[in-house]
């Protein structure tokens, strides 16, 4: 049976490319038949690497058959996963988060999280000397995870390691990191075809604090002006979404990737909560500028309370 390789539901360009290069190495190197899936539509970084590279954009699929072989990469988060993971046979785990827990295998399986910046990262140190095998399209592919992931080496997630190992692909490539990224960073920022909810739900994690369950969402861009302008019926839109989505309440930050800084949108008091006793924040009107806040993993999530 194929073994479907797929990341988090949300799928942001490190969940699109990883399930593709670890379907390459199952297929060429280990002899394995795998096919990449995504569990939803990918975010518009995501779509310009796969345009970019004229790459097939992986099915969409919306669960997993009981027994179904599969193999789980940029997250170990059940909750980011179809409802049916832990019928599924899964076979092995490549992820950067922080062990969640949740997760039931019919036997032993292969495990792997390393404090990397990118699950790209840990798959090119796995495939050891085979990454050298890889062709142009996957060397891009990684290149585009790191990038993302790292935000252009700006994000605290970044080590030494994921900075060496996008350079030496990128010169492998012949490509300028800078130009290429900014190129990325665009395509990522062109968000005028989503509606708010799309918008809400795009690169989002379900998260509980203090008993209140959130959807955490974030949005990179190099103009954040196109997203906080739409700031009102963003804030309107948040009641919905938390409605359909079971959650309290949708917190969504702004990411400012060149000035490296985070807006958080306040439309209420308990967000408001949020950010004074999260960040240490003081909140006058309907946004909050937080310096320095680029990391949902490393700077968001470890701070929220309420």
Known sequence: ?????????????????????????????????????????????????????????????????????????????????????????????????????????????????????????????LMGEDAEKLPDWAKATALTCILSDTLEFRSPTTTAHDRATAERLAADLGLSIPDYAAEMFAAKSDVSAFSDAELLRMDSKEYEVGGKKFRVSVLETTAPAIVLDRKASLMESMTQVAAEDGVDQVLLFVVDILNEEATLLVPNDLVRTVAEKSFGASVAGDTVVLPGIMSRKKQIIPALAI
Not at 24 to 48: C, D, H, M, R, S
Not at 63 to 82: F, I, K
Not at 88 to 99: F, M, P, Y
Request: hydrophobic share 40%; aromatic share 4%; glycine share 8%.
């Open 1 to 125: 049976m194929t073994t479907l390789v797929f990341g988090h539901k949300s799928p942001d360009t490190d969940s699109t490319g990883s399930p593709i290069l670890w379907a390459w190495y199952l297929n060429e190197i280990k002899g394995q038949e795998a096919e990449p899936v995504l569990l939803g539509e990918p975010n518009t970084e995501a779509a310009f690497l796969l345009r970019k590279w004229d790459l097939p954009k992986p099915r969409i699929i919306a669960d997993v058959a009981d027994g179904q072989p599969c193999v789980v990469v940029d997250t170990n988060n059940p909750a980011e996963l179809p409802a049916n993971i832990n019928g599924a046979d899964v076979q092995a785990i490549i992820d950067h988060h922080k062990l969640v827990g949740g997760l039931e295998t019919k036997g032993p399986i292969d495990i792997t999280i390393r404090p990397l910046a990118c699950t790209a990262t840990i798959m090119l140190d």
